[in-house]
């Protein structure tokens, strides 16, 4: 695969399509399942309280990687992500309810980089229940 967007037709301000992800909590079983990381504050509510967060909270990896499905579906590619980092700001509270919570996802080029390798970088802003809950979300990506 290749990146399906021309680093020539980008230039910095534009805008990637914005996505809304929902979390309830069987994606964050079949997460912990998957990444192994199964502590008991992306589960168990009882567990999440007595520690003192407000309710049980997605797996910041969980968050991270639905952030970066906005950068990966606007380029076809997955590969195309050179570097991906952020700093996490804030947990996703997921109820136990029929909703569950949304990871709201904005990007936009930011800087071109490099002509000769034809990257850019993104930046992304991500909340949950309006607010943000990862902060400095850039993400490097080679294009075509």
Known sequence: MSAKIAYADVEVG???PARTFPVDRERLVRYAGASGDFNPIH????FAKEVGLPDVIAHGMFTMAEAIRVVTDWTGDPAAVVEYGVRFT????VPDDEKGAEI???GKVAAKLDDEQRTVRVDLTVSSAGQKVLGMSRAVVRLA
Do not use: K
């Open 14 to 16: 534009t805008e990637l």
């Open 43 to 46: 589960w168990n509510e009882r």
């Open 90 to 93: 804030r947990p996703v509270v």
């Open 104 to 106: 709201e996802v904005h």
